[in-house]
């Protein structure tokens, strides 16, 4: 994801989309521990009370406030002109991860989401993509969202994640998902995601997955009761990958929901690479937002145990059939 090349990027954003009083984003959308980032502020207030937290959510509720999720860090009070200008936000030795700096004011108070990079990449044995650039896609601020109306065809990666002054729903599907993850202490590298997903609009709707060959990962299935043709409870959809003619060789198409939309069909895929790295997808965005149903949360551990090597001897899977997304 680019980021924006100083405070104008915020200023642009604030008026185009006729912000509340204080805006804020960083000016990279990752960082590793100790960096010291920039981040951009737009406010009109004398003084900002800066603090950095967390996106692991007490709340059993995904929709609770990111606003209130517990600190990672001391906050501080700085002196400001209104108007705009840049803070530094040092890093922490934090574990990698989605974080937000939350800056208040006397007007309010804003967050703005940053992702931690770890501190040497490969030391973990799984790595997760953070949709950055889906964000984007729904983020509604000056109009830009794709899912405003046909017409939209582009969207700025330099704008604050912000609608009227609450973070796009980052909750629902994001966040339940790392909190599943610190719940369970699975330890990945968290990387910015640098391509888009495969986008498909239309509304929420209740699919389920068919398993398909639960025989070639049954690793992944372990404990579920699932087998082929067995349906996965849940709630997927909206955002899909799905397989191609130029997928990578060998995929293994191991569950899928045929006709998610008119012509469109969500497959959760496996494979490996040449230098055996082994790359799972799930398929669609709301799999991860399902971390606390009692299938997916099942499969989610067998994933972590099986890809950080506890169960490495477990055969590698072919498949006749090409195609699936990374």
């Given at each position: 994801?680019v980021g924006?090349?100083?405070?104008?990027?915020?200023?642009?954003?604030?008026?185009?989309?006729?912000?509340?009083?204080?805006?804020?984003?960083?000016?990279?959308?990752?960082?590793?521990?100790?960096?010291?980032a920039?981040l951009?502020?737009?406010?009109?207030?004398?003084?900002?009370?800066?603090?950095?937290?967390?996106a692991?959510?007490?709340?059993?509720?995904?929709?609770?406030?990111?606003?209130?999720?517990?600190?990672?860090?001391?906050?501080?009070?700085?002196?400001?002109?209104?108007?705009?200008?840049?803070?530094?936000?040092?890093?922490?030795k934090?574990?990698?991860?989605?974080?937000?700096?939350?800056?208040?004011?006397q007007?309010?108070?804003?967050?703005a989401?940053?992702?931690?990079?770890?501190?040497?990449?490969?030391q973990?044995?799984?790595?997760?993509?953070?949709p950055?650039?889906?964000?984007?896609?729904?983020?509604?601020?000056?109009?830009?969202?794709w899912?405003?109306?046909?017409?939209?065809?582009t969207?700025?990666l330099?704008?604050?994640?912000?609608?009227?002054?609450?973070?796009?729903?980052f909750?629902q599907?994001?966040?339940?998902f790392?909190?599943?993850?610190?719940?369970?202490?699975?330890?990945?590298?968290?990387?910015a995601?640098?391509?888009?997903?495969?986008?498909?609009?239309g509304?929420?709707?209740r699919?389920?997955?068919?398993?398909?060959?639960?025989?070639?990962?049954?690793?992944?299935?372990?404990?579920?009761?699932?087998?082929d043709?067995?349906?996965?409870?849940?709630?997927f959809?909206?955002e899909?990958?799905?397989?191609?003619?130029?997928?990578?060789p060998?995929?293994?198409?191991?569950?899928t929901?045929?006709?998610?939309?008119?012509?469109?069909?969500?497959?959760?895929?496996?494979?490996?690479?040449a230098?055996?790295?082994?790359?799972?997808?799930?398929?669609?965005?709301?799999?991860?937002?399902?971390?606390?149903?009692?299938?997916?949360?099942?499969?989610?551990?067998?994933?972590?145990?099986?890809?950080?090597?506890?169960?490495?001897?477990?055969?590698?899977?072919?498949?006749r059939?090409?195609?699936g997304?990374?």
């Amino acid at each position: 994801m680019v980021g924006p090349s100083g405070a104008h990027a915020v200023e642009r954003a604030a008026s185009r989309a006729h912000a509340p009083t204080t805006t804020a984003l960083f000016a990279q959308p990752s960082y590793s521990p100790g960096q010291v980032a920039q981040l951009r502020v737009v406010a009109d207030a004398s003084q900002l009370t800066v603090q950095p937290i967390a996106a692991f959510s007490k709340s059993p509720n995904p929709y609770a406030p990111i606003a209130k999720d517990p600190p990672v860090g001391p906050a501080r009070t700085v002196p400001w002109r209104p108007g705009s200008g840049t803070l530094t936000v040092r890093i922490g030795k934090w574990p990698s991860g989605v974080y937000f700096v939350r800056v208040r004011s006397q007007a309010g108070q804003v967050v703005a989401p940053v992702v931690v990079r770890p501190a040497h990449l490969g030391q973990a044995s799984v790595a997760v993509v953070v949709p950055t650039y889906t964000w984007q896609a729904y983020n509604r601020r000056g109009g830009d969202t794709w899912y405003a109306c046909g017409c939209v065809h582009t969207v700025d990666l330099t704008r604050p994640y912000l609608d009227g002054g609450v973070p796009y729903n980052f909750g629902q599907y994001d966040r339940n998902f790392f909190r599943w993850l610190a719940r369970n202490k699975a330890r990945v590298d968290v990387l910015a995601d640098d391509d888009l997903n495969r986008i498909t609009t239309g509304a929420e709707l209740r699919h389920l997955y068919r398993v398909l060959r639960g025989d070639r990962v049954p690793w992944l299935f372990a404990g579920t009761g699932l087998k082929d043709g067995s349906l996965i409870p849940g709630y997927f959809g909206i955002e899909i990958d799905g397989t191609t003619a130029t997928s990578p060789p060998g995929t293994t198409v191991v569950a899928t929901i045929a006709d998610i939309f008119p012509g469109e069909t969500a497959d959760m895929t496996y494979y490996t690479t040449a230098a055996g790295a082994e790359v799972f997808d799930a398929g669609t965005i709301n799999f991860g937002g399902a971390a606390d149903n009692a299938y997916v949360a099942r499969m989610l551990r067998n994933l972590w145990t099986h890809m950080s090597g506890a169960m490495s001897s477990s055969p590698k899977p072919t498949s006749r059939r090409g195609g699936g997304s990374g």
